[in-house]
């Protein structure tokens, strides 16, 4: 099931971004510059590891991981936090904590032939769209 995940996606709709990015502490000038942005994500699997890149005007950025097993990662804002990606019910859930505490859940699951992003940190959630390219 989660082979139909694996392609490339343009970003096609984005709502309340910038809202997550503020809450996990992004700061201004990034936030509005990455707010602005309609990315390509890829998303190969070689194995049991998983690749996620995306591509964009203002920088590209790569993410390795074996489902299941925790992981430093720097996300493309430059704040380190510990990971973790699991596939459950049809969904990629990616955990990232900061001092062992959830600072933000990412979900990828499809929704018909849409990729659908939703990013929760506190009480703020945003969503975004891909279509396959």
Do not use: C
């Not at 998303?43 to 049991?48: H, N, S």
């Not at 990729?115 to 279509?131: K, N």
């Amino acid at each position: 099931m989660s082979q139909e995940f694996v392609g490339r996606w343009k970003l096609v709709h984005s709502e309340n971004f910038e809202e997550y990015m503020k809450e996990v502490g992004v700061g201004l000038i990034t936030r509005k510059a990455a707010a602005n942005l309609k990315p390509t994500l890829e998303i190969k699997v070689e194995g049991d590891v998983w690749h996620s890149n995306q591509y964009s005007t203002f920088k590209n950025t790569t993410l390795s991981f074996k489902l299941g097993e925790e992981f430093n990662e720097t996300t493309p804002d430059g704040r380190t936090v510990q990971s973790v990606v699991v596939f459950e019910n049809g969904k990629f859930v990616h955990t990232q904590k900061k001092d062992g505490k959830v600072e933000s859940t990412i979900t990828r699951y499809m929704e018909g032939d849409k990729l659908i992003t939703t990013l929760q940190a506190g009480s703020v959630v945003s969503r975004r769209e891909y279509t396959r390219e």
